[in-house]
């Protein structure tokens, strides 16, 4: 079956610092890829996607890039900023090859991400 | 504001009891999926509607039910509620060509 796996956490960084959370997935077929952000109390907002090997999704500044040989889509952010600190949640559904997602999304465990000033 | 509205935002009660939370999908989005998130489980997918019918299961206990509406919009029923139920439940939209999106979720305490 598909399954999501992320780097454990919690990740603890100073403000202006680079961030990598490593995420890497087990699916058959032509999944599509995401990452999801959850800032505290809130839910869940998409940040930003791929739908097919070597997309690049971006958002905010951050990025993730769809590696098919790797099974890989980690996320990573330049600088980061003390408004970044939240729970990141690297997920996949299932996609045919044109692109129509089937099912659910199945969720990595998250990743808590704390910035200091 | 991604356009899912779950109500009510918070539940407190007993065990025992029974209880009901509220889905309103984005506008055009036929399919609702509905998540648990707890501390020690993580994000669990529950169920999946596509208009009216269910499509997915997942770990859904036999104590809990789903439906979806006519108008779409769909409830979570909880029953014979024990502690470990406490958890917040998502709700999400879309699918297809369109990602999910999610509901700021209803917050179960179970006492």
């Known amino acids: 079956g598909n399954s999501v796996t992320q780097m454990e956490g919690p990740v603890t960084l100073s403000e202006e610092a680079f961030l990598t959370i490593n995420c890497t997935y087990t699916?058959?077929?032509?999944?599509?890829l995401f990452w999801y952000v959850q800032y505290p109390g809130e839910g869940l907002q998409l940040l930003l996607k791929?739908?097919?090997?070597?997309d690049k999704g971006s958002n905010k500044g951050f990025e993730a890039t769809y590696r098919k040989e790797t099974t890989s889509f980690h996320l990573e952010k330049g600088s980061v900023q003390v408004s970044d600190s939240a729970v990141y949640f690297c997920?996949?559904?299932?996609?045919?090859?044109?692109?129509?997602?089937?099912?659910?999304?199945?969720f990595g465990q998250g990743t808590i991400l704390t910035v200091h000033p | 504001d991604s356009g899912v509205t779950q109500t009510p935002k918070h539940l407190i009660t007993a065990t025992g009891q029974r209880v009901t939370l509220r889905c309103s999908p984005r506008?055009?989005?036929?399919?609702v999926y509905w998540y648990q998130q707890s501390l020690d489980q993580g994000l669990q997918f529950l169920i999946q509607?596509?208009?009216?019918?269910?499509?997915a299961k997942g770990n859904i206990l036999e104590r809990f039910s789903a439906q979806q509406f006519p108008d779409l919009h769909s409830e979570l029923n909880l029953s014979s509620l024990e502690l470990g139920d406490s958890a917040l439940y998502f709700c999400?939209?879309?699918?297809?060509?369109?990602?999910?999106?999610f509901g700021n979720g209803t917050r179960l305490t179970v006492t």
């Open positions: 999400a939209s879309g699918g297809g060509y369109s990602p999910l999106h």
């Open positions: 699916a058959t077929g032509y999944p599509s």
């Open positions: 791929a739908t097919k090997a070597d």
């Open positions: 997920a996949l559904i299932f996609s045919n090859a044109g692109g129509t997602s089937y099912g659910k999304l199945t």
């Open positions: 506008s055009g989005d036929l399919s």
């Open positions: 509607y596509y208009n009216g019918e269910e499509r």
